[in-house]
């Protein structure tokens, strides 16, 4: 496969976990909360723990009541600004990693959105009493931010994901 359709078809896979995305203000608070995030799970079980980074995770929607059409509207913006990140991220690290890489990412990133479609609607059936949509949501944002935390770690060289070898 030819370099330029291995991009084609990384973006094409990681937009399909985005592809329901409406626009949102991107503003320098959002990606600034998404900083606070994302710095808080390459620490994890050194200095942070999960409960702490997930509090920071959800952060934006903690004022709304659980299940309330405010709560889910605020969990989709969420959900698909951290969507929005994983796409930038993902066409970084892509940018960076041998054609071996990207292949291995295209692979991986096609086993994943299939394991979080199957966990985030199995999470929420589960809390269905509580909300539905909020936990299905909640569980892709975590999945997205857990993706994107794995691909920062590539583009800083703490990764040693197979793919990943080549991006420096």
């Not at 329901?20 to 994890?44: F, Y």
């Not at 199957?118 to 509580?130: N, Y």
Request: a negative charge; glycine letters at 6%; one cysteine or more.
């Amino acid at each position: 496969m030819k370099p330029g359709c291995l991009h084609a078809r990384l973006m094409l896979l990681a937009a399909v976990f985005v592809a329901s995305s409406h626009a949102t203000a991107a503003g320098n608070d959002v990606v600034a909360q998404q900083d606070m995030v994302l710095d808080c799970v390459a620490r994890m079980e050194v200095q942070t723990t999960w409960d702490q980074c997930r509090t920071l995770m959800f952060q934006p929607c903690q004022t709304d009541t659980v299940g309330s059409s405010e709560h889910v509207s605020c969990l989709t913006d969420l959900r698909q600004a951290w969507g929005r990140r994983m796409q930038d991220t993902f066409v970084s690290v892509s940018d960076r990693v041998s054609d071996d890489g990207k292949r291995s990412l295209i692979e991986l990133l096609a086993q994943w959105v299939g394991y979080v479609a199957q966990k985030c609607t199995d999470v929420g059936k589960a809390k269905a009493d509580i909300s539905e949509p909020a936990a299905r949501l909640g569980c892709e944002t975590s999945e997205t931010i857990g993706l994107v935390a794995e691909l920062d770690a590539c583009l800083d060289g703490r990764s040693t994901a197979p793919y990943c070898a080549a991006a420096h």
